[in-house]
């Protein structure tokens, strides 16, 4: 039987996932991190691409328009703001993502964001290999027995709430797509974000961006919450008013933020925020731990396997179903 031309958008999938592909009979081909969109196009048309697998990069409407023989793109992740998904709608194309596969991982990274604002142990690193000791002077605080504000409770959310458990915290979540009976145990829902904000000590995003909620944590945003207050993102940078959060955090209106994602990526070594020592800052790498680039590679391949081959469509992971008019 043929093999399904798929390129990879950014770098190599583990190799457990290489190796699947293989055996999915999935010909994989590579594309260089954050491709502009002609080089994008170039690659996928050399090879005919059936599939595009997204690591690193974007793929707008024209992109998607100009490779006739597209059929699926797959995202390596969770997150497709990236993808221009009404577009591929309209040219029969669908788009997937890797729900749930790498949500342990970026828990556990939201949690190691938290931690090290906590503790300024970012900050402290840099100081020790400067020549500096802080003892005397430093201190941090203290997690455990403060209340979390979750925006979004999606399976990242969920883990991140689970990891928090010896912390006894008190967590509020505000999710208007969370039904009743999805709550968690223990934890309280809350009718608005301003609430959220007021009554929480720390503040983690786990919702996509979409155009309604792009920068809803601005200058107005940052002023509701407490002045001891941490944000964590490791969701979508677009969330936040990066100008909004460098003043809060220059002027203690909070105490402090870790983020992973960026209203641009890359980012660039002259951006203001660098110079703050109450932000902790990487390279949005909450996903990339061995064990989760193998469970997300294996879960891309096996969904453009299954699609190219049988039609077949996990719902869970179909992002532009209601823009196809599909189930």
């Excluded at 999938?13 to 055996?23: K, T």
């Excluded at 969109?37 to 170039?42: I, K, P, Q, T």
């Excluded at 190691?112 to 020549?131: C, F, I, K």
């Amino acid at each position: 039987m043929p093999q399904h031309a798929t390129l990879i958008i950014g770098g190599e999938i583990a190799p457990n996932a290489a190796a699947y592909a293989v055996e999915r009979r999935i010909a994989l081909a590579l594309c260089k991190p954050y491709p502009s969109e002609d080089e994008l196009v170039e690659a996928a048309n050399a090879i005919a691409a059936e599939a595009l697998l997204l690591r690193m990069g974007s793929i707008s409407r024209s992109a998607i328009e100009r490779i006739p023989t597209l059929k699926v793109i797959a995202k390596h992740g969770v997150g497709y703001d990236s993808i221009d998904t009404v577009a591929a709608a309209e040219n029969g194309v669908i788009v997937v993502v890797a729900g749930g596969a790498n949500s342990l991982s970026v828990a556990e990274h939201a949690l190691a964001l938290l931690l090290s604002v906590a503790r300024s142990t970012a900050w402290l690193d840099r100081r020790v290999r400067e020549g500096h000791w802080d003892k005397s002077r430093h201190a941090g605080i203290e997690i455990s027995g403060r209340s979390i504000g979750l925006i979004g409770l999606g399976a990242i959310g969920r883990e991140f709430l689970r990891l928090l458990a010896p912390f006894d915290m008190t967590a509020r979540i505000y999710d208007p797509y969370l039904l009743p009976d999805q709550v968690p145990e223990g934890a309280q829902r809350v009718a608005s974000i301003p609430e959220l904000l007021r009554q929480s000590d720390i503040v983690s995003l786990h919702c996509p961006l979409t155009d309604e909620n792009r920068q809803f944590l601005d200058a107005d945003a940052f002023a509701m919450m407490k002045r001891e207050a941490i944000l964590i993102n490791t969701a979508r940078g677009g969330l936040v008013d990066q100008s909004a959060l460098l003043e809060a955090l220059k002027t203690g209106a909070i105490f402090g933020a870790g983020l992973d994602t960026f209203a641009q990526e890359p980012t660039t070594a002259t951006d203001p925020l660098w110079e703050l020592p109450n932000l902790v800052v990487t390279p949005h790498v909450g996903a990339n731990t061995q064990e989760a680039r193998t469970r997300v590679g294996m879960s891309c391949i096996a969904q453009i396997a299954d699609f190219l081959e049988e039609g077949i469509i996990a719902p869970r992971n179909h992002v532009n179903a209601v823009a196809m008019n599909m189930p």
